[in-house]
């Protein structure tokens, strides 16, 4: 499977039957902290600015946002006027049933379903959750907050919380 940086989220790769992982939305309504899709990857924005319009044109969108996945920066440019894709990210907790082969298995306390696809990341939030899982429960169940956007879910990071 290709790495997350190599993968094409363009909306040409993915198909109109996934027409819905985004929804339009006019360039100037978006907000620092909000979510845009930047060269096909969903981004978290970092920074906007907008230029006032010139003598013969319309006002300008710049946009510096973060690749929620990577963290890889991407920057553009868009007419204020204009509809840019805004990802769908959901976020959910799950609770951390165990870690096997680089996957963990996850319990969705709604729904009463399994998760057993999602790898352990790698960097600090896998090592923590390594960590956590690797001492024992002692009296504590392990959460994973699970972001997802464009058919793409990764691990974000974990808390241990008291039984109940």
């Given at each position: 499977?290709?790495?997350?940086?190599?993968?094409?989220?363009?909306?040409?790769?993915?198909?109109?039957?996934?027409?819905?992982?985004?929804?339009?939305?006019?360039?100037?309504?978006?907000?620092?902290?909000?979510?845009?899709?930047?060269?096909?990857?969903?981004?978290?924005?970092?920074?906007?600015?907008?230029?006032?319009?010139?003598?013969?044109?319309?006002?300008?969108?710049?946009?510096?946002?973060?690749d929620?996945?990577?963290?890889?920066?991407?920057?553009?440019?868009?007419?204020?006027?204009?509809?840019?894709?805004?990802?769908?990210?959901?976020?959910?907790?799950?609770?951390?049933?165990?870690?096997?082969?680089?996957?963990?298995?996850l319990?969705?306390?709604?729904?009463?379903e399994?998760?057993?696809?999602?790898?352990?990341?790698?960097?600090?939030?896998?090592?923590?959750?390594?960590?956590?899982?690797?001492?024992?429960?002692?009296?504590?169940?392990?959460?994973?907050?699970?972001?997802?956007?464009?058919?793409?879910?990764?691990?974000?990071?974990?808390?241990?919380?008291?039984?109940?």
């Amino acid at each position: 499977m290709a790495s997350i940086e190599e993968q094409d989220f363009s909306a040409a790769a993915l198909g109109s039957a996934d027409a819905s992982l985004t929804t339009p939305t006019q360039a100037s309504s978006l907000r620092k902290g909000g979510f845009v899709l930047l060269k096909g990857h969903p981004c978290k924005i970092s920074a906007m600015s907008t230029s006032a319009p010139g003598k013969h044109g319309h006002a300008k969108v710049c946009i510096e946002a973060y690749d929620i996945f990577t963290h890889k920066k991407y920057e553009d440019i868009s007419p204020a006027h204009a509809n840019v894709d805004v990802p769908v990210v959901v976020r959910r907790e799950y609770l951390l049933l165990y870690v096997d082969g680089g996957y963990l298995s996850l319990f969705n306390n709604d729904s009463g379903e399994t998760k057993d696809d999602v790898k352990l990341p790698e960097g600090e939030v896998g090592e923590k959750i390594v960590k956590l899982f690797g001492r024992g429960r002692g009296g504590k169940d392990i959460f994973v907050v699970i972001v997802g956007a464009m058919g793409m879910e990764m691990a974000m990071e974990c808390k241990e919380v008291d039984r109940a």
